[in-house]
């Protein structure tokens, strides 16, 4: 876990000094605890730089998945359209 996971964080009223609100470990909710572990599995920390290069050749696998599904669906597309045209005989009025 992210070495911000055990680090609180106070709120002190600029006057007084008194604490007015704290967020931290023992405070936070689990729908911050979960968005806390999803930026830090997301940002590559897991693994060190294992995993900051998995992420970056993850990223990267977006566009070229894009890109090679755009190539398929036109090779079929233009596929079908020579299929149904009719093929030219020689000597035959078209």
């Given at each position: 876990m992210p070495s911000s996971a055990s680090a609180a964080v106070s709120?002190?009223?600029p006057a007084s000094g008194a604490v007015m609100d704290e967020r931290g470990p023992r405070t936070r909710g689990g729908a911050e605890d979960a968005l806390a572990l999803q930026r830090w599995l997301h940002g590559g920390a897991a693994l060190g730089l294992p995993g900051r290069v998995l992420v970056f050749l993850s990223g990267l696998a977006m566009p070229l998945l894009f890109g090679t599904?755009?190539?398929a669906w036109l090779l079929r597309r233009r596929n079908?359209?020579?299929a149904r045209r009719p093929a030219f005989i020689p000597g035959k009025p078209a």
């Open positions: 709120t002190l009223d599904g755009l190539a079908r359209r020579r």
